[in-house]
């Protein structure tokens, strides 16, 4: 039968991080699969780019720092480009209590160092992005260190790396089932192509990662939600450098990629059909709706309905990452539930995972917030809804 010290399930951004991670470290006989025809067919292709720091917990911030160190220096380590564009996220707050929260989460951020995030009032904000209307801004919040990354840049920087470094990539492989052996260990990684036998196992399916716990009677509590993106045509009614600008108020935000400006807005997935990614026409009325009110230049653009697209967020209970060993299953590693989070913080995440497979606890920060146990302990990360 065939084996392998290691089986990735899964070669998305996190499943290609964790490949590249674990051999450069020397690990050897690293199998990963993959049901897609190719790099960036699951959520990863379908993220817009974002990256920030400004976000509501240590645990959050400090992977962001981790992975912002690790972007900047993306093309020196695997040869690929991860296309870091600091061109900042500014929050915009419509109330006292949104400007609230944006200042607890930045008492958060300026402890673990990030001082670059500021408070900024609406001269300030006009200055950094004159398309808003401010009739409904009262303030906001800033980060110029924040920006963009390149989501396929950076998954096919970290395979490519990887197969160098002898990690064997197999697509169009699925993985049907995990058997346990001994010592509750998995002992048999089923797929299309046959049955492999695993030193070890690790769960990086994205959102379909609760699938995977339950071939062997695991809650991976990860579960999809649909995110719908509107783009418009090629336009130059904005600059490329245009920061990420998000309302607080309704989630609502936009940025510009690629000549196209994108427009996204929170909204429930399809009810009894979680893994849907079609895109509403509703929804697209009603996010332009909102982009004419608050971006009144959009209103000389046009929608392109065939450039929009929908994915899903893998979303875990506290929207932190699940890192470490399985409860109950010594062989089986979770990467999941980075709740949209994903390709910003897979540089540090696959970093943190390599440790923990390799030396038993990660060295470069307590990943101990992110374990898989603390659902079943209700020991859960304060979660933020906002940011
Ligand atoms: C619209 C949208 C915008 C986003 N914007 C951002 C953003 O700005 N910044 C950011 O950081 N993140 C963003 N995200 C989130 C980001 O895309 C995800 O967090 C990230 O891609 C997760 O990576 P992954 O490798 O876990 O999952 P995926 O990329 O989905 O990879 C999982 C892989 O597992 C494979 N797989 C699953 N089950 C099996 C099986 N049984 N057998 C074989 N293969 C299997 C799938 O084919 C897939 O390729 C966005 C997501 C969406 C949908």
Known sequence: MRTASLVIVGAGVIGASLAYHLARRGWREILVLDRSHGPGQGSTGRATGGFRAQYATPTNVRLSLLS????????????????????????????????????????????????????????????????????????????PSDGFISPVGIVEGYLTAAQRLGVELEWQVEVTGLRRGQGNRIALVETSRGPVSPGAVVNAAGPWAAQVGRWIGLDVPVIPLRRQVAATAPTHLLPDTMPMTIFTIDGFHLRVREGRILLLWPTPGVPGRPFDTGVDDEWIEAVVE??????????RSAIDRDACWAGLYEVSPDKHAILGPAPDCPNLFLLNGCSGHGVMHAPALGQLLSEVISDGAASTMDVSPLRPGRFREGDLNPVSEML
């Open 290 to 299: 909102k982009a004419h009110r608050r971006v009144p230049a959009m209103r």
């Open 68 to 143: 912002r160190d690790k972007l900047r220096c993306f093309t020196e380590e695997t040869g690929g480009s991860a296309g870091y564009l600091p061109a900042g996220y500014l929050w915009l707050a419509s109330t006292a209590s949104e400007l609230e929260v944006l200042r607890a989460a930045r008492r958060v951020q300026h402890q673990e160092g990030l001082t670059e995030a500021v408070e900024v009032g609406p001269e300030e904000i006009a200055r950094l992005n004159p398309a808003v209307a401010l009739d409904e801004v009262i303030g906001g919040a800033f980060c």
